[in-house]
C-alpha cells in the first residue's frame, strides 16, 4: 500500500526534526 508507506516515511522525517529540534533547545541553554 503506497499509502502507509508514505504516512510511515512521514511520521520518520517528523520523528527525526523532533530530535533535532529537541538537540538544538538543549545546547541553546
Given amino acids: 500500500n503506497?499509502?502507509?508507506f508514505i504516512?510511515?516515511?512521514?511520521?520518520?522525517?517528523?520523528y527525526a526534526d523532533g530530535h533535532?529540534?529537541?538537540k538544538g533547545e538543549i545546547s541553546l541553554r
Avoid at 7 to 14: D, F, P, Q, T, V
Fill in 2 to 4: 503506497p499509502q502507509e
Fill in 7 to 14: 504516512k510511515g516515511k512521514y511520521a520518520i522525517i517528523l
Fill in 20 to 22: 533535532v529540534m529537541g
